[in-house]
């Protein structure tokens, strides 16, 4: 999900399935080609990566990872 947050301010949230078959580790990779298409639609030069993280949630029955990032274009 990505959420305009502010002026050229962008939340973005990410949550990987509970049943996977791979892909752990790929939120930086995800949250960097996000932040790209952003700047690329909006016609901006550069974005800077203002705050990222990852974890996990429990849930009743099973964990899931989630990685929370915003970025700011220029």
């Not at 849930?59 to 220029?74: D, G, K, M, N, T």
Request: net charge neutral; proline share 1%.
């Amino acid at each position: 999900e990505v959420e305009p947050i502010g002026e050229r301010r962008y939340r973005i949230e990410l949550t990987m399935k509970r049943f996977i078959t791979g892909g752990e580790g790929e939120a930086g990779t995800v949250v960097k080609r996000t932040a790209e298409k952003l700047r690329k639609e909006g016609g901006y030069s550069y974005y800077a990566l203002l705050e990222m993280s990852e974890g996990i949630e429990s849930h009743v029955l099973i964990a899931q990872r989630v990685a929370h990032a915003v970025v700011q274009l220029h």
